[in-house]
């Protein structure tokens, strides 16, 4: 998925956003979001992909800053926020109807992905985010493909391509579900700190190596850049039967390479912006489960 002029106002807030994480003396929040813009006005241009161009802005925000992980409180606090709502998703999720319960579990990982500080502003309300996705529907419902294919004795392994930090919490619960249907899922996180994307630190409080292998991409890509990634997350993304991908990066990174996969590809997110929506076909704020 290619950028639109549009994705520049989301960039540039994002920029502004980690500075403010970063440092509350305001010269030297000037210092890095000039400097920064410096470098977005090299990347950003209408065959730029909205993920890959993010990873270019902030490894470069982090190298002038000194500062490795701009989001780390941000994302402690995704996670706490997430850990305070895991009761109520296992509750809402708790049906006999299996497509149901699937389709709610789903829904439960969307509600997940809106606790997310680089689609939305650090200031918005997340925990009414939560609770209105959780009460929500999907726009777009390709759980009876889903089921179809958990069902299918062929597909073996899943790659399950996790997002943010705090969401990763509620990944937990999908992926007790696919594993009712015996299947080996590899996880995998962020190698290193970007944005407020999920590493294996995150991936440890979510528990998630206690039902899952966990692997990293090896580097600190928003979303999948192929290329950049490392060994065992090609050997991996190689032998997997079918894949899962959480939130707008990976949907907007992974849509480059999909004339490349010969798999199946489930896109699971909310739409949080008008790109998106438009590259999709559904609204701003609609939720999500694409089968491509």
Same mark, same amino acid.
């Given at each position: 998925?290619?950028?639109?002029?549009?994705?520049?106002?989301?960039?540039?807030?994002?920029?502004?956003?980690?500075?403010?994480?970063?440092?509350?003396?305001?010269?030297?929040?000037?210092?890095?979001?000039?400097?920064?813009?410096?470098?977005?006005?090299?990347?950003?241009?209408?065959?730029?992909?909205?993920?890959?161009?993010?990873?270019?802005?902030?490894?470069?925000?982090? +190298? =002038?800053? @000194?500062?490795?992980?701009?989001?780390?409180? $941000? /994302?402690? &606090?995704?996670? !706490?926020?997430? #850990?305070?709502?895991?009761?109520?998703?296992?509750?809402?999720?708790?049906?006999?109807?299996?497509?149901?319960?699937?389709?709610?579990?789903?829904?439960?990982?969307?509600?997940?992905?809106?606790?997310?500080?680089?689609?939305?502003?650090?200031?918005?309300?997340?925990?009414?985010?939560?609770?209105?996705?959780?009460?929500?529907?999907? +726009? =777009?419902? @390709?759980?009876?493909?889903?089921?179809?294919? $958990? /069902?299918? &004795?062929?597909? !073996?392994?899943? #790659?399950?391509?996790?997002?943010?930090?705090?969401?990763?919490?509620?990944?937990?619960?999908?992926?007790?579900?696919?594993?009712?249907?015996?299947?080996?899922?590899?996880?995998?996180?962020?190698?290193?700190?970007?944005?407020?994307?999920?590493?294996?630190?995150?991936?440890?409080?979510?528990?998630?190596?206690?039902?899952?292998?966990?692997?990293?991409?090896?580097?600190?890509?928003?979303?999948?850049? $192929?290329?950049?990634?490392?060994?065992?997350?090609?050997?991996?993304?190689?032998?997997?039967?079918?894949?899962?991908?959480?939130?707008?990066?990976?949907?907007?990174?992974?849509?480059?390479?999909?004339?490349?996969?010969?798999?199946?590809?489930?896109?699971?997110?909310?739409?949080?912006?008008?790109?998106?929506?438009?590259?999709?076909?559904?609204?701003?704020?609609?939720?999500?489960?694409?089968?491509?």
């Amino acid at each position: 998925m290619k950028i639109k002029p549009e994705c520049a106002i989301c960039i540039i807030r994002q920029v502004v956003d980690a500075a403010n994480e970063i440092t509350d003396d305001e010269r030297e929040q000037f210092r890095l979001i000039k400097s920064t813009m410096e470098v977005i006005k090299d990347v950003y241009g209408e065959s730029a992909v909205p993920a890959w161009m993010g990873t270019v802005v902030h490894r470069y925000l982090k +190298k =002038i800053s @000194n500062n490795n992980d701009p989001y780390k409180n $941000l /994302k402690e &606090k995704a996670n !706490k926020i997430a #850990l305070q709502y895991l009761d109520k998703v296992r509750e809402m999720s708790n049906t006999d109807d299996e497509l149901e319960r699937l389709r709610k579990k789903v829904l439960a990982t969307i509600a997940g992905n809106v606790i997310d500080f680089g689609a939305y502003s650090t200031g918005i309300n997340i925990e009414k985010l939560i609770e209105d996705t959780l009460n929500g529907e999907l +726009k =777009i419902d @390709n759980s009876r493909k889903l089921l179809n294919d $958990l /069902k299918d &004795k062929n597909i !073996k392994k899943i #790659l399950y391509i996790c997002d943010n930090a705090g969401e990763i919490i509620f990944d937990r619960v999908l992926m007790e579900e696919i594993k009712k249907y015996d299947k080996d899922i590899v996880a995998v996180v962020k190698g290193k700190p970007i944005l407020n994307d999920a590493t294996l630190e995150d991936a440890k409080i979510a528990k998630i190596d206690e039902i899952a292998k966990v692997i990293t991409t090896g580097s600190d890509i928003i979303g999948i850049i $192929l290329e950049e990634c490392s060994e065992e997350f090609l050997k991996e993304f190689e032998s997997a039967d079918l894949i899962i991908a959480k939130g707008m990066g990976n949907y907007e990174s992974l849509t480059e390479y999909e004339d490349k996969i010969d798999k199946p590809i489930y896109y699971i997110l909310k739409a949080k912006c008008k790109p998106v929506a438009e590259n999709i076909g559904v609204d701003v704020g609609d939720n999500v489960l694409l089968k491509r």
